[in-house]
């Protein structure tokens, strides 16, 4: 799945896509930010207003938004490999391979991270089960290789074609369902620690009803801040792993294979991932 920080950075879909892709204007931003314009004063966001993406808003306020999206995404990233079985820091080093080389390739005019994919928890799992690690692996690349190829197309053709395929109505019903698929890892999260849940969940709620501006805006971050100290205090943190593990090391590599009979297991999942991929 890729998750980008167009909520984050206030980035809108143009409603009319246009028949071809069309190319990033604009000046060439800095990778650090650096060359980025003050949005207005930078301390608020006018109603109505976005930021762009070769915009930002005051340095702190940028910080305190960026650790909201790092601990939102890392959260959702090593959950995809814990449920599949698939090894976490591994994981994480390909993420954030991806994410650098996007940046890169777009020159930093499309502000986006690249994380696992709910929509192949289900798929992944099951070709565990019949061709095991390796297999499942090798169906994760070739998926990636057929998002490529459309990503071609997409450029070379634009996504209304897409649009046409997979209307709103689909796209939607597929996103509900993925989040649905999710509703057991979610609530055995839940009953391992409830009244930690509560509290989180009751912390984002209230701060983000109740407090304007950026910190309303910051309610993700704030509620995990919280339902981590109250998770210390309950006794329900632990630094074992941690302490033993090295400072240094490398994540754990296998290298992948895959059968026709894979791939096919995978492939009605390309689709739920054409549009979020496409931006439509």
């Known amino acids: 799945m890729t998750f980008t920080t167009a909520e984050a950075r206030g980035i809108v879909a143009p409603e ?49 938004v960026g650790m909201q999206h790092v601990v939102a995404m890392f959260g959702a990233t090593f959950l995809v490999p814990i449920i599949t079985g698939m090894p976490p820091a591994t994981t994480l080093f390909f993420s954030g391979i991806g994410t650098l080389l996007f ?7 499309v502000p986006s991270y690249l994380g696992s994919s709910f929509a192949f928890i289900a798929p992944i ?13 090798g169906g994760v690349v070739l ?25 709103p109505i689909v796209t939607g019903a597929i996103v509900a369902l993925i989040g649905l698929n999710l509703a057991p890892a979610a609530k055995m999260n839940f009953d391992a620690a409830p009244v930690t849940a509560v509290i989180t969940l009751a912390t984002i709620i209230l701060v983000s009803v109740l407090f304007r501006g950026i910190v309303g805006r910051l309610s993700i971050l704030v509620g995990v801040v919280v339902g981590y100290l109250v998770a210390m205090l309950r006794g329900e943190v632990s630094y074992e792993k941690m302490e033993a593990a090295a400072w240094i090391g490398l994540p754990h590599f296998q290298t992948p294979s895959s059968t026709w009979a894979c791939l096919a ?12 991929t496409s931006g439509t």
């Not at 799992?125 to 692996?137: E, I, N, R, T």
Request: charged content about 10%.
């Open 103 to 109: 940046l890169v390739i777009t020159k930093g005019r």
């Open 125 to 137: 799992m099951a070709s565990q089960q019949q061709f095991g690690v390796p297999g499942a692996l």
């Open 265 to 276: 297991s995978l492939s009605p999942w390309y689709w739920s991932s054409w549009p979020k």
């Open 16 to 64: 009319d896509p246009s028949p071809a892709a069309t190319p990033l204007k604009g000046p060439t931003m800095s990778m650090l930010g650096m060359k980025w314009k003050l949005h207005g004063t930078g301390n608020s966001i006018k109603p109505g207003h976005v930021v762009a993406p070769d915009e930002r808003l005051a340095w702190p306020l940028t910080i305190g």
């Open 143 to 167: 998926a990636g290789v057929a998002l490529a190829l459309i990503g071609a197309i997409v450029q070379k053709f634009g996504a209304g074609w897409i649009n046409r395929l997979m209307p």
